[in-house]
C-alpha cells in the first residue's frame, strides 16, 4: 500500500503559520516514504467558512512549493459517500443484532441536522 499524507485545512481565513508548519510536515513526511500528499478543504463548517479563503489557502500552498497530488477534495461535496458508508455500518449492525448502536447512531444523526 502507498503511502498518503494530506492537508485538511478549514477555510475559515488566510492560511495562517500554525496550518503552514502542519503542512510542511505532513509533506515532508509524504516525501520521505515516497508517497502522495492529498489536500483536503474541511468546508463542512458553513457558518465560519470564508468564501474564497479556500483558494487563497490552495494559492499560499503552491507558492510556498506544496503541490498536492490529484484533485483538490472538498469535504461538503463528499456528503453522499458518508451517507453510504454510514448505511453500510448500520446494515451491518442490523445484521449483528447491534439495535442499540443504530438507535444512538440516528439519534446523533437527527440532532446534526
Known sequence: ???RGRFAPSPTG??????LL????????AAHHE??????????????????????IIEAL???GLQHDGEVVWQSAR???YQQAL????????????RVIIDQV?????DQH
Open 106 to 110: 440516528y439519534s446523533h444523526t437527527s
Open 35 to 56: 508517497g502522495s500528499w492529498l489536500l483536503r478543504i474541511e468546508d463542512v463548517d458553513t457558518p465560519r467558512t470564508v468564501p474564497g479563503a479556500d483558494r487563497q
Open 79 to 81: 456528503s453522499a459517500l
Open 62 to 64: 503552491a507558492q510556498c
Open 14 to 19: 488566510l492560511l495562517h503559520q500554525g496550518s
Open 87 to 98: 448505511d453500510a455500518l448500520i446494515a451491518r449492525a442490523h445484521s449483528l443484532g447491534l
Open 1 to 3: 500500500m502507498r503511502y
Open 22 to 29: 502542519a503542512a510542511v510536515g505532513s509533506y515532508l513526511d
